[in-house]
């Protein structure tokens, strides 16, 4: 059954609207019709079975058969702090990652990243909506702006548990930190394809930020988040 998501104004008296761009999918994409039957989200984790009344060139209108909460949403609240890639790869890692059940995302520039910061968080919001949509989210995570290394070092403390998969720590694996944690967020910083530099290593480690190792191999910077979050949702059970 189709997806969509509307915000809590819409919904009222058994009843829901959705507005925007979906109304033109809903219409001539998916060519539904009155009486045909939708899930509809609030984005704040709960689903709504609605069954479609009327559909005008800006709003589709529907009557809900019942509220429940989405299952969807993972116990644990994700950060993934993602070093700006090279052109082409940061949707990527935005969808895959937030169908893996990422509750935000917040692109950071390091001292190595080859691509300068530049306003696309826009873009990359619309590609977490369509994720969030296709995935059956119960939230649509937010992208934030770009930020500073240190700004994301400061940001990454509020959470129970910060890491930072590094290549050459070889005392302490992913494994080692999980098992001794059981926390309510955690914030992952993934960097670009030259790796971190020493010295940014060295601040977020004298900041309280743990360092770990993912295995053997050198990951790309677009397979290294996909390979920590399914980790996560395993330990914890998500």
Known sequence: ?????????YIKDNKLKIVGEDVKHISKVLRMTPGESIIVCDGNGTDYDAVITEITKDQVCADIIRPYKCEAEPKVKVT???ALPKQGKMEYIIQKNIELGLFEFVPV????CVVK?????ERWQKVAESASKQSGRGIIPKVLDTITFEKAIELMLKSDLAIIPYECEDKCSLKDVLKKENPNSVSIMIGPEGGFDISEIEYAV????????????????ETASLAVLPVLMYEYDL
Not at 1 to 9: A, G, L
Not at 109 to 112: A, D, L, P, V
Not at 117 to 121: A, E, L, Q
Request: charged share 30%.
């Open 109 to 112: 520039f390091t001292k190595r």
């Open 1 to 9: 059954m189709p997806k969509f998501f509307t915000e809590s104004q």
């Open 117 to 121: 910061p530049s306003d696309k968080t």
């Open 80 to 82: 993934l702090f993602q």
């Open 206 to 221: 004298e900041k309280g930020i743990k360092t770990v190792s993912l295995g053997k191999r050198i990951l790309r910077t």
